[in-house]
Each structure stands twice: as structure tokens, then as C-alpha cells.
Nanobody, 123 residues
């Protein structure tokens, strides 16, 4: 199985940028489609962005489309989430998720989760 570790979270002012990383170990990341989810306090976990094994498919949630970009470097076993023009409503814990099958936008389809990284956007 694969282990996922997120990094890159932090505190940023509205309008700023952060880049999250999801590093995989145990198995090659190229075996998995990767999705980012987030969970804000008192809210359900929601899909943010995903990328299939080749990088050819990259769906986004409507709330982040045009501001966030997901990419992957299979040679480095890492997936990235570049977040620009951040808003206070982007504040959440961001989770990296892997699936051995088709790319998923649903929590139920995830096979492995990372521990999450906190992103806080101040107004």
C-alpha cells in the first residue's frame, strides 16, 4: 500500500498563494490517481481537484477552478496543488487521497488518505 504525506500548508493573507505537496512512499505514485479534498470546521469533506495517473485528466471543483492547479511529478513521487488568489473561504484542512482505480471526486472512492495539512487564509 501507499503512504501519503502532505506539506506546504500555513497561514496566508487573502489574495496570496500556497503550494501544497503530497509525497508518496511505499509504492510508486504512478500506480494511483490522486485527488485533493478539504474539510472546513463544521463542514463535510469536499473534493477540490484531481489528477489521473498520466496527468491528462484534471477535474476541479467549481469554487477553485481558475485559481488552483494540480500537477504531478511521478519521478519524484509527488503531486502538487498550486493555490493562487486564496480566499478566506478556502480555509480548511487539505487532504491528499489516492485511488487505485479511476480518478474519483467522491470520498467513497478513495483507497488511501494522508493526514492533512492546515491552510488558513486571513481576510
Amino acid at each position: 500500500q501507499v503512504q501519503l504525506v502532505e506539506s506546504g500548508g500555513g497561514l496566508v493573507q487573502a489574495g496570496g498563494s500556497l503550494r501544497l505537496s503530497c509525497a508518496a512512499s511505499g509504492r510508486a505514485l504512478s500506480n494511483y490517481a490522486i485527488s485533493w479534498f478539504r474539510q472546513a470546521p463544521g463542514k463535510e469533506r469536499e473534493f477540490v481537484a484531481g489528477i489521473n495517473w498520466s496527468g491528462g485528466s484534471t477535474p476541479y471543483a467549481g469554487s477553485v477552478k481558475g485559481r488552483f492547479t494540480i500537477s504531478r511529478d511521478n519521478a519524484k513521487n509527488t503531486v502538487y496543488l498550486q493555490m493562487n488568489s486564496l480566499k478566506p473561504e478556502d480555509t480548511a484542512i487539505y487532504y491528499c487521497a489516492a485511488t487505485e482505480r479511476l480518478l474519483t471526486t467522491h470520498i467513497a472512492g478513495v483507497d488511501y488518505w494522508g493526514q492533512g495539512t492546515q491552510v488558513t487564509v486571513s481576510s
